[in-house]
Every structure is written in structure tokens, then in C-alpha cells.
């Protein structure tokens, strides 16, 4: 595709839901990473997969949050009995490679909010 | 451990003057840094990446950071800002594949 997308981009929930956040990368990228941005922040890392397997998920903050990617492709971000501090913009980026220095491709993100 | 420090979450311009926007790291060892833009309800853009190729590293528009390592800084300037500018300004540095953020400054520019 022309970009990584993200959807929903805005997503409000009440405390105890699930959410699910969905990202499809750029066609071709093999790697593709989550962060996580609260506000007045910079994007902090959640967890990345080369293909459909998950290397890193030393991010993730507890046992609520979960990533899969299950065909390579697109990856979906599931936060399970969401709590307010889960409040955040949530990215996702993909690169061409897995290999340090290669450029990054984020796209819009998705704005939780858990009231 | 890595880390980015970006002194200054904002910074003001009048339009045609200088843009200095400062980034200072930390790396155990030879690190990749990046300069990306946020635009208001977009994603992050890359402006610019230093891979120790050259020091100087010129960007888009207008965009270019030199790579300091007695400094360990990466700050990031452009000659003559334009309205179109004003955004906010993430330093990264990565040594594998994660990437560490800076806290962003945000630039105003001033007509």
C-alpha cells in the first residue's frame, strides 16, 4: 500500500472492554513494531515481529496486552479489560528489513481513550 | 543503556530566522539517530538519519543535523524558518532495531 494505515483512529471505550487496534503495514515490509505515545511524550516501544513471529514483546506493560500477526501482514494490538491509564496514542510502523538503521514508516495511529 | 534528551519542549521562531532544535544521547556503542516530524493528526515523517556515513546529514526540506560524537549530540537546524514548520520534532536513536524517543519539542513560528 502507499502508507501503513491504522483503524480505528479514534476508538473511546469504557474501563473493563476489550479493544482491538488493527494496522496493515506497507506492502513488501517484513518488519512491523508497536509503540505507544502518551501525551507530552515521545513513541515508546511495545513489541515487534519479523514476519508473523513475535521477537520482542519486552515492551508490552502487563499480561493485558497482546499482539499477533498471523499471516505477516497486517497485525492486530488487543488490550483486555481496558483500564484509564491504557489512555494513549497508539503507532505502528513497519520497515523494508529487520537490521538496525533502517528507516521506520509509522503510520497515523489510533487515539485510545478509556473513560 | 540508550536514551534521548531533547532540551526545550518548545521552541519559537519568527519566520525567516534560525531553527535549532537540540538532541543529546546516550549509547554503549556506534548508535543510528533520526529525526522525525509530526504534523497535527499524522504520523511521524522521517526528516533525516545519520548511519555514520557522514556526519552532516541533510534531510528534507531544508532539514540538517550533524552528528557530534565528542558532544554526543545530533541537533537538528535549518537556516530560515518557514510557517509551514511548525510541528513537533522527535529525536531517535537505535542501535538494533527498537528505537529510543525523545520527549518531542514542539516549534511555534512567529509571522
Known amino acids: 500500500g502507499a502508507g501503513v494505515s491504522q483503524s480505528p483512529r479514534y476508538k473511546v471505550t469504557k474501563r473493563g472492554q476489550d479493544v482491538a487496534l488493527r494496522c496493515d503495514p506497507i506492502s513488501g515490509h517484513v518488519s512491523l513494531y508497536w509503540y505507544r505515545q502518551a501525551l507530552g511524550q515521545g513513541p515508546e516501544f511495545l513489541t515487534y515481529?519479523?514476519?508473523?513471529?513475535?521477537?520482542?514483546k519486552s515492551g508490552l506493560p502487563n499480561d493485558r496486552f497482546s499482539a499477533e500477526r498471523p499471516e505477516g501482514s497486517i497485525s492486530t494490538l488487543t488490550i483486555q479489560r481496558t483500564e484509564q491509564r491504557d489512555s494513549a496514542m497508539y503507532r505502528c510502523a513497519s520497515s523494508l528489513e529487520l537490521a538496525a538503521g533502517y528507516e521506520q514508516y509509522f503510520g497515523p495511529g489510533t487515539r485510545l481513550t478509556v473513560t | 543503556a540508550q536514551s534521548v534528551t531533547q532540551l526545550g519542549s518548545h521552541v519559537s521562531v519568527s519566520e525567516g530566522a534560525l531553527v535549532l532544535l537540540r538532541c543529546n544521547y546516550s549509547?554503549?556503542?556506534?548508535?543510528?539517530l533520526f529525526w522525525y516530524v509530526q504534523y497535527p493528526n499524522q504520523g511521524l515523517q522521517l526528516l533525516l538519519k545519520y548511519t555514520s556515513a557522514a556526519t552532516l546529514v541533510k534531510g528534507i526540506n531544508g532539514f540538517e543535523a550533524e552528528f557530534k560524537k565528542s558532544e554526543t549530540s545530533f541537533h537538528l537546524t535549518k537556516p530560515s524558518a518557514h510557517m509551514s514548520d511548525a510541528a513537533e520534532y522527535f529525536c531517535a536513536v537505535s542501535e538494533t532495531y527498537k528505537y529510543i524517543f525523545g520527549t518531542g519539542t514542539r516549534l511555534k513560528v512567529l509571522a
Open positions: 515481529f519479523n514476519y508473523e513471529a513475535q521477537q520482542d
Open positions: 549509547s554503549s556503542v556506534p548508535p543510528y
